[in-house]
């Protein structure tokens, strides 16, 4: 007799991935096209992901922040972090002004034409949200 406690798996059901691990692996797709989606605007836009990713950071802060709160934000070390923002500078993008907190600390803020270059990148991830909502 079988037992009840621990019931035979059909060897179709053995195939077939629980919920829990479809759950994962969608959410590790939609990552993956989300992520692809803003490499690709950030390849257009001639800046690299971390840029990418640091404007649209700096985008939501308006008073600014310091250079070790992106790194750790971007889980990239502080040089990465301070040659990113360089260029982003350089690109008149992202300014530098003193801290409203500690007038010897340096805040990053994004300058107007840094502002409209998230805002365009923000857009440009909608089609996730219109996928995410057409779902069942």
């Known amino acids: 007799p079988r037992s009840t406690l621990f019931p035979t798996r059909r060897s179709s059901d053995l195939d077939t991935p629980s919920v829990q691990e479809r759950i994962v692996s969608a959410i590790g797709r939609i990552a993956s096209v989300m992520r692809g989606g803003m490499w690709q605007f950030a390849t257009q836009e001639g800046l690299n992901p971390a ?5 649209q950071l700096l985008l939501s802060r308006r008073e600014g922040v310091r250079l070790s709160w992106l790194a750790q934000q971007l889980a ?11 260029a982003l500078v350089n690109k008149g993008l992202v300014q530098k002004a003193r801290a409203a907190d500690d007038g010897r600390a340096v805040a990053l ?3 107007q034409a840094g502002a409209e270059l998230a805002q365009r990148a923000s857009q440009s991830l909608l089609f996730a949200g219109d996928a995410v909502s057409a779902l069942p």
Not at 51 to 55: F, K, N, P, R
Not at 78 to 86: E, T
Request: glycine share 0%; aromatic share 0%.
């Open 51 to 55: 840029q990418a990713d640091m404007l």
């Open 76 to 86: 990239i070390s502080p040089a990465s972090a301070s040659d990113s923002v360089s």
């Open 109 to 111: 803020l994004l300058t």
